[in-house]
């Protein structure tokens, strides 16, 4: 898309009264997000594994004197479809709706040729970033249909390059989801599908496979979430299939 998300403004309110759920949300990209899109009114619900990172995250939202989050703590790699079928419903009991979908969590798992990686390693990063993705949004589709204005939103990357092993392969999958997720609700109660693709950005992902690089050299993922809110808000109504690059 042509036009340039840096210098998008959102109004103090832009979110407000929005629930919006993002996996990863306990550290990195995830959590940066989450902290913003509470900052602008919106109720986050937070999913990773990681219960004691989640906790902290969900008091740094507390301490914004936001709305409240929740936490839903649960292990990705391991879910299986009636896993998101229970979130699905207790979304549905205590909001009756979902207004947006970060799907954002991801792990690399080291750089290895194909012939190298493990089976369970394989398995678990597939599932993490293709049948997660899948799941999730299956199960909260009729969540987002409740919504007046719903958006599914994935961090993407470009990594079909050597030794990027499962990460890469399962990243580029996401995209094909991405594209015909959008193609198949463009219409459809206008449920807009997007990417952003963040770039090098000074994560645990990053800065555990560039151990050489000072990883201040890379831009902190509080300053990259201006895209994202974009999408997760109504100022990109009408606009789907799209991968924002920063």
């Known amino acids: 898309m042509d036009k340039n998300l840096k210098d998008f403004q959102p109004t103090q309110d832009y979110l407000k009264d929005r629930v919006i759920l993002i996996t990863g949300a306990s550290r990195g990209i995830g959590k940066a997000v989450a902290l913003e899109c509470a900052q602008l009114g919106a109720t986050i619900l937070l999913v ?6 989640l906790e902290h995250t969900y008091d ?32 549905d009991k205590e909001y009756g709706r979902l207004d947006g979908l970060l799907h954002n969590a991801g792990r690399v798992g080291g750089l290895t040729p194909l012939q190298n990686v ?20 299956r199960a909260c589709l009729p969540l987002l249909k409740n919504s007046q204005d719903p958006s ?4 993407v990357d470009e990594t079909n390059k050597a030794y990027w092993g499962a ?3 399962s990243k580029y999958g996401q995209v094909g989801l991405l594209k ?11 449920i807009r599908v997007n990417g ?21 050299e890379f831009p902190a993922p ?3 979430t201006t895209p994202f809110v974009y999408f997760l808000g109504a100022d990109s109504k009408g606009t789907t299939s799209e991968i924002y690059k920063i």
Do not use: C, M
Request: avoid cysteine; aromatic fraction near 6%; charged fraction near 20%.
């Open 196 to 216: 952003v693709h963040p770039g090098i950005v000074r994560t645990d992902l990053r800065t555990h496979n560039y151990p050489g690089i000072n990883p201040h």
């Open 60 to 91: 740094e939202i507390i301490a914004l004197n936001a709305p409240q989050p929740a936490i839903l703590n649960i292990d990705l790699e391991a879910a299986g479809a009636d896993d998101y079928q229970t979130i699905a419903d207790s979304i």
């Open 152 to 155: 599914i939103l994935f961090t």
């Open 180 to 190: 015909i997720l959008a193609d198949e609700l463009d219409g459809d109660k206008k």
């Open 167 to 169: 990460y890469g392969v």
């Open 118 to 137: 493990d089976i369970p390693t394989w398995s678990k990063l597939i599932t993490l970033h293709l049948h997660a993705p899948f799941l999730l949004s």
């Open 48 to 53: 990773a594994k990681d219960l004691k990172r």
């Open 222 to 224: 509080e300053t990259i």
